[in-house]
């Protein structure tokens, strides 16, 4: 299914008699998702708001300012504006000018008009999670835009994470997180989207400037938003302080991987030939 520009698929593994169950599960799974994600992307600009449009969620709103307190402003949820207007200048075959960053940084919205995207992607997807564990299924993937919810196995096996070369010449380390382990993961591999902006690499929101020194970044989190959040930080600060970031969090991992595919981890990962592994 897609939504809002984000493609959302939702698979459970169950014994053959219980897969109705399962689909109905599911299905109750991505409508939770639609109804998270509607109530948290942002109204277009200048669009009219639905008469049945949800009250903004306070919960995102706290997680996103939480966030940028601790990231020293490396994630932010109010540097959308930065998007627009590099996507608008770049249209036009130029680059913004360091007073219309200035300009764009300094343009705060109201709450239900920020971007919180790639968060607020992972907040759905913790979301969508419940209808799943409520029914009984505790062996399933939710994986939307970057953002992956796993739990328990896949048919009987661990689930396996795959690092991704980011010459694209195939992967760099393979894993398997603890049995049973309920995991929340972002993955920065590609171009940088959000509210249906294309084009733009991940914004340093503290300077307007593309952060350019990772290729690749993977958090592991107990939530699928934390691990958007922390992984968009990483993004900006760089391995060293964004893993140290990283680090001082409970229950938080991380691996960074620059453009010349150097692989970094945070204390409680190693990486030993192409064996991802948690200590």
């Known amino acids: 299914h897609e939504t809002h520009g984000v493609e959302v698929k939702i698979a459970v593994w169950t014994e053959r008699d219980q897969a109705p169950s399962a689909r109905d599960a599911a299905a109750r799974a991505l409508e939770c998702f639609i109804a998270a994600l509607d109530a948290a992307i942002p109204q277009t600009p200048g669009a009219e708001a639905s008469a049945d449009a949800q009250e903004f969620p306070p919960d995102l709103i706290t997680l996103g300012e939480w966030w940028r307190e601790k990231s020293g402003g490396a994630y932010d949820p109010d540097a959308l504006p930065l998007y627009r207007l590099w996507n608008e200048e770049l249209a036009r075959g130029r680059l913004p000018t360091s007073k ?3 300009q764009a940084r300094n343009r705060n919205a109201p709450v239900d008009k920020r971007g ?3 968060v607020a992607i992972g907040w759905a997807a913790d979301a969508s999670a419940s209808p799943l564990s409520q029914a009984g299924f505790s062996n399933y993937l939710i994986a939307a835009g970057g953002c992956e919810v796993v739990s328990g196995a ?3 096996k661990p689930w396996r994470i ?3 070369d980011p010459s694209g010449s195939g992967f760099l380390a393979f894993g398997s997180p603890p049995p049973g382990a309920s995991m929340r993961l972002y993955r920065e591999d590609a171009p940088h989207r959000v509210e249906g902006i294309e084009g733009v690499a991940m914004l340093d929101p503290r300077t307007g400037r593309p952060a350019q020194e990772l290729a690749v970044v ?3 989190a107990p939530r699928a938003a ?4 922390l992984a968009s930080a990483i993004a900006v600060l760089g391995a060293q302080i964004g893993l140290r970031l990283a680090d001082s969090l409970p229950d938080m991992e991380a691996i960074a991987v620059d453009a010349q595919a150097h692989v970094r981890t945070s204390d409680d990962l190693a990486i030993v030939g192409r064996r991802l592994s948690w200590l």
Not at 226 to 229: F, M, R, W
């Open 154 to 156: 896949r048919g009987g």
């Open 218 to 220: 993977v958090v592991f």
């Open 100 to 102: 219309e960053l200035s």
């Open 116 to 118: 919180y995207g790639i």
């Open 226 to 229: 934390d691990a958007a959040a």
């Open 162 to 164: 795959a690092i991704s």
